[in-house]
């Protein structure tokens, strides 16, 4: 009696794992598995409101002494196919924004990692609780084996007051029907 329910089990989490298209998405392993980053400031967090869904999150801190990295960024990689269309959205969460700004991005990528096409979403400019950024009908040029999906973080300068919070979480890429 067990047996079915252990592969109705095991199909699920399948499916699950096919349509994210990502691996650990929302971070809910507690640590960066599956996704790597550059800049300083990352960490992953389940303070107050640190995460859209799960426990949770992303979160990119510009403090008061920054020094450098004009761009921070989360990204991960996964295989694509030259005939289907994609869709990519993850939720962000911008707080005490004062020289920051975040923003989605997918860059399709050819076997040798050269940047073939890339997309960005709109720019979250101001404090704001969690959004939905997306970018759809994205068609990966000629020559395309991967996207890497990725978290941006611009910096325009050093805040003055306070620290600048700008968190990611629940990433989604998937092939759109």
């Known amino acids: 009696m067990k047996r079915p329910h252990y592969f109705a089990a095991l199909l699920t989490l399948i499916a699950m ?55 921070r960024v989360i990204t991960q990689e996964v295989k694509v196919s030259e005939d289907k269309t994609y869709m990519c959205g993850a939720w962000v969460r911008a707080v005490c924004i004062e020289v920051g700004e975040c923003f989605l991005e997918v860059q399709f990528l050819s076997k040798q990692g050269e940047v073939l096409s890339q997309y960005n979403s ?12 997306s970018i759809s009908n994205m068609v990966p040029p000629e020559r395309s084996a991967r996207a890497g999906v990725r978290g941006v973080v611009h910096v325009l300068g050093t805040p003055v007051q306070n620290t600048d919070f700008l968190i990611f979480d629940s990433f989604d890429f998937r092939a759109q029907r």
């Open 122 to 133: 709109i720019h979250i400019t101001n404090s704001q609780e969690f959004t939905y950024l």
């Open 17 to 71: 794992t096919t349509l994210a298209g990502l691996n650990n998405a929302g971070f809910e392993t507690g640590d960066f598995t599956g996704w790597q980053f550059f800049g300083q400031g990352w960490r992953i967090s389940n303070y107050g409101k640190d995460s859209h869904r799960g426990i949770w999150g992303a979160v990119n801190d510009i403090v008061t002494n920054n020094v450098a990295d004009e761009y």
